[in-house]
């Protein structure tokens, strides 16, 4: 008799994680047309309470959160967990208080694209998380997005830094 024991934990993993990250385009195709653009506002709300998951699965496997190096490692930790081993990032360590996390490949995205989303859609979905998990994981953290393949660029870079400092870098300029 088949049953989940059968089956390999990288298939089972495969398997979960492609419907992981599928599913936030299934919701967005079926629920956008009833709900116009209050979808986005409750979409939003969605993806930064799952971004709590991101503090639970960190606290729960004692991932560092420290400095802003182990943020970086830790987030790609998570979203892998979540969204599966199709999710290729890497992260760099551009000071003592900062990081870049370098996305190469997202499923969440390719999901989206193959489910009938736009990468807009795909974005806010990731914002808010990745916005959100950063300083639940680290108050003393920010993080902001540099590029992103939903917007078109070849690969996502999350910044992350003091709090200070990524507001600093973001403020807009004076003329």
């Given amino acids: 008799m088949t049953g989940p024991g059968s089956i390999p ?28 653009d209050q979808y986005d506002e409750m979409e939003q709300e969605v993806w930064m309470e ?32 979540l969204f599966g081993p199709e999710f ?8 003592k208080d900062g990081s870049v996390i370098i996305i190469k490949r997202c ?3 390719a999901q989206g694209y193959g489910s009938g989303t736009d990468g807009n859609r795909t974005f806010r979905k990731c914002m808010a998380f990745v916005l959100t998990a950063i300083p639940q994981l ?3 953290f920010s993080g902001r997005f540099v590029r992103t393949m939903c917007t078109g660029d070849r ?5 992350i830094q ?3 400092i990524a507001q600093s870098t973001t403020a807009p300029k004076k003329r």
């Fill in 50 to 81: 799952v971004s709590k998951i991101a503090f639970t699965i960190a606290k729960n496997l004692n991932l560092p959160v420290r400095t802003a190096q182990e943020l970086a490692e830790t987030m790609r930790t998570i979203m892998t967990i």
């Fill in 107 to 109: 499923p969440i995205l």
């Fill in 155 to 159: 690969q996502c870079e999350i910044k």
């Fill in 162 to 164: 003091k709090s200070g």
């Fill in 138 to 140: 680290n108050k003393d």
């Fill in 9 to 36: 934990d990288d298939v089972k993993w495969r398997i979960a994680s492609e419907f992981s990250a599928q599913l936030p385009a299934l919701y967005d195709r079926t629920f956008r047309t009833a709900l116009g």
């Fill in 88 to 95: 290729k990032t890497e992260a760099l360590e551009v000071s």
